[in-house]
């Protein structure tokens, strides 16, 4: 997806455009690694307690990492077009609950 939205804005927008919905791409796949990285560490009936702990914060890591990744774009990036970076952001993060939705219609997978 983050090709997708790098393509599509460059071409139908500009390369301004372009860069900008790559970075928000960026910005929404960089958090959700983070998170996987951290929230899956442990598993096991035994873990319980250390695997609540990792979702947590996990959860904040993603929440601040992402706030920190907007504010040095906004402040380090000139010119940005900020609806295409609002643009990559939000369909990067509509592509994972999206494939969700799919996965729950189709319980084999």
């Known amino acids: 997806m983050v090709v997708v939205v790098t393509l599509v804005c ?14 928000g791409s960026l910005i929404a796949l960089l958090a959700n690694v983070f998170f996987a990285s951290k929230a899956f560490r442990y598993f096991g009936a ?4 250390a695997i609540v702990q990792s979702l947590w914060s996990g959860a904040m890591g993603k929440q601040i ?3 920190a990744l907007f504010a040095l774009v906004f402040v ?6 900020p609806v295409a970076l609002f643009a ?6 509509g ?3 999206s ?5 729950k219609k189709n319980p084999k997978h």
């Open 76 to 81: 380090g990036v000139k010119p940005l077009q």
């Open 88 to 93: 990559g952001y939000l369909l990067v993060l």
């Open 46 to 49: 035994r873990s319980s307690k």
């Open 95 to 97: 592509t994972g609950a």
């Open 10 to 23: 460059g071409v139908l927008f500009g390369r301004v455009a372009g860069y900008s919905g790559l970075l």
């Open 65 to 67: 990492l992402t706030a």
């Open 99 to 103: 494939g969700l939705l799919l996965m």
